[in-house]
């Protein structure tokens, strides 16, 4: 009953744009603090952004900062992840999870995958010419 969605994967070539969406069901979004996560083949899944729940806070990884912003709506109970100037490295299965421990706090750090209360099934984005 407790589910996150993602969506707007696809195949993109490099230097594009593309926009991933997180709808929650059967529970609201507002408690919680919100990630997302990628994991590439051969890779250990890793975090690239998070927004605490009244989106007062934002970070993000080295690796994508500049270039993604995330941003959540609760009224609409969605999260979204805006990815500009994707490089063919970024290709990753993409997934959001939701953390209620610690709402109001957002840290991309080792080991914070083990934290979340919830996961989505992931979205793939390909970065290809």
């Known amino acids: 009953q407790l589910q996150l969605v993602e969506s707007g994967g696809g195949l993109v070539q490099p230097g594009g744009s593309l926009r991933l969406s997180c709808a929650a069901s059967?529970?609201?979004?507002?408690?919680?603090?919100i990630y997302w996560f990628r994991q590439a083949p051969g890779k250990e899944r890793e975090g690239i952004s998070c927004?605490?729940?009244?989106?007062?806070?934002?970070n993000y990884a080295d690796s994508v900062k500049g270039r993604f912003t995330i941003s959540r709506d609760n009224a609409k109970n969605m999260v979204y992840l805006q990815m500009n100037s994707l490089k063919p490295e970024d290709t990753a299965v993409y997934y959001c999870a939701a953390d209620t421990k610690e709402p109001e706090i957002c840290r991309i750090e080792p080991y914070i995958a083990n934290g979340m209360d919830y996961w989505g099934k992931g979205t793939l984005v390909t970065v290809s010419s």
């Open positions: 059967g529970f609201t979004l507002d408690y919680y603090a």
């Open positions: 927004i605490s729940s009244s989106a007062g806070s934002t």
